[in-house]
């Protein structure tokens, strides 16, 4: 038999995305369709299915060939027992989608939740490639981040390693209350949420900025309106860059990773939030534990959930 | 041949404690001698190798059955090529201790720092006993951490994983400079360092405190002013303990440990101590992260640096 194929299932709300990896974490060949989350569970484990196929199929690769099957799913996740437990967005609930996807397609199947394998994906083929020891954070509706340790993802205890969103950052005084209860999370300045609220907050304030003239403001709207010199919005960047590289300070001093991968569509910003993460970061770790320590733009984009997935083959 | 044993090898600027342990973590047995620091390394080697063969000769067991000899230093250490880089209190440098000692002994070596083997021999023998993922801190001159995952200590990058006395806690206003150059660190409020100069603090703004009557105030001082219900104390103690707890909730959204180990001088405070730290714990920690992590005192004291020394060769 010739080499040895992964595939990778990256299962959200809208769109099962499927794609082939070789051993080494590059990306072959993708295919992409409907979740039909509201059709039911039949229907989106019946296109996870099919799905798979097809992709084998359409490529120059053999059934024989895949060597497993991982799935990134967007939602809590019994990794040891395969068990889908909530994914609200895909209208899952309690499945035990290892044990039917393993007896439909007959092929080992692993599972995980859609922060984790994404931070895999990046670890194994993007961003931290050839990296063992990485912190990959997601900033988008929320804060979300995978740890990479060894080359694998950490779980934690209780499988609740990397809610890095949920690190009280906020001093009291400015702190506002999180969705998780608790008051100054890092979610709460540093997400596109955050943002979008210290802008909104900033224009109802009557502050002098062009995002007054903004219908419907989104964190891309702050970021062009920084990039463009606007005091308020560069000041949104700043405090949401700060807050950002004071979490990732506190990370580097316990777990002194070579890595802290930055994606989502916050990290969009580009320079003018990296360059501020970096210099609070330097500012507040300690020489030894910062020294040759980078922070990195994710670099695979909607493609790490799939590679993140066939990588929980060759990786854990 | 019969069961296996373990030396562990506590090397510090006064004392070499060794131990005997079995492959449960469990100390047997334990010798201690001068370390000779000022004679220079050979005496110091001299010393080891000498109180090891003289631990196995008074025990019980066989030469036969030593499986290994495990050393923690005071110091910094090369982990990966059993190198000795800087032990000031030991007065080493750059002494490849792992490759004398086994052509001295013919056993295999290993050496890790003092923090490191101290937490495994917490995880292996002591408070954690059977836990996978824990955190184990020292709160001494410094605070000190050692991270156990997986049952094995977790090294870091470039070796620098667990400093979590340099983690910066202190909000800016009321923030000192630590020795590592940084402002606010866990280690200006939480160490004994920390907590006797607040005291000394007080003392000197005038502050009614029974500390006053002081002449020369230790930690366990300000302990025991505080258990008499000095307020100037319990203040002391309370921020403390605060500080240890917000850097504690940081740590546990990150890294989800079981367990957190909490030894060192400061940790005799007691309840006094762990109530505030715990409480402040759950208030800053979401509630899926903090969910079955309990935060306990040290089991072993001095010991754990002997048991976590054997524990290198069962444990990594």
Chains 1, 2 share one sequence.
Not at 27 to 51: F, R, W
Request: proline share 3%; net charge negative; with cysteine.
């Amino acid at each position: 038999m010739s080499e040895k194929i992964y595939i990778g299932v990256d299962l959200g709300g809208t769109a099962i995305k499927v794609g082939i990896c070789n051993d080494e974490g590059q990306l072959l060949h993708t295919y992409e369709g409907p979740t039909e989350a509201d059709k039911g569970a039949d229907t989106v484990v019946n296109n996870i299915e099919q799905y798979v196929r097809q992709i084998v199929e359409e490529s120059s690769f053999e059934w024989e060939q895949v060597a497993g099957i991982g799935a990134g799913v967007a939602g809590f996740t019994d990794v040891r027992e395969g068990i889908i437990i909530l994914a609200p967005n895909v209208g899952l609930r309690d499945l035990p989608i290892r044990e039917i996807l393993e007896a439909r397609l007959g092929k080992p199947v692993k599972i995980d939740n859609d922060a984790n394998v994404a931070a895999l994906g990046e670890a194994w083929g993007g961003a931290g490639k050839g990296i063992d020891h990485c912190v990959c954070a997601t900033l988008g509706t929320g804060v979300g981040a995978g740890i990479i340790l060894n080359g694998k993802i950490y779980q934690g205890f209780a499988g609740f390693a990397g809610e890095l969103g949920h690190m009280s950052v906020v001093p009291d005084l400015e702190a506002i209350q999180c969705g998780c209860g608790e008051n100054g999370c890092l979610e709460t300045v540093s997400s596109a949420t955050g943002i979008i609220r210290m802008a909104n907050d900033a224009v109802a304030r009557g502050e002098r900025t062009t995002l007054s003239q903004v219908e419907k403001i989104m964190a891309k709207d702050v970021f062009d309106a920084a990039k463009e010199g606007d005091e308020v919005a560069i000041r949104i960047v700043n405090r949401a860059a700060f807050y950002l590289g004071k979490a990732l300070a506190a990370v580097a001093v316990v777990l002194n990773p070579e890595v802290f991968i930055i994606g989502g569509g916050v990290s969009k910003a580009g320079d003018i939030l990296f360059n501020e993460v970096r210099s609070v970061f330097q500012k507040l770790t300690p020489e030894v534990s910062a020294r040759g320590v980078s922070i990195v733009p994710a670099m695979l984009g909607n493609d790490a959930g799939m590679v993140g997935a066939a990588g929980l083959f060759t990786r854990s």
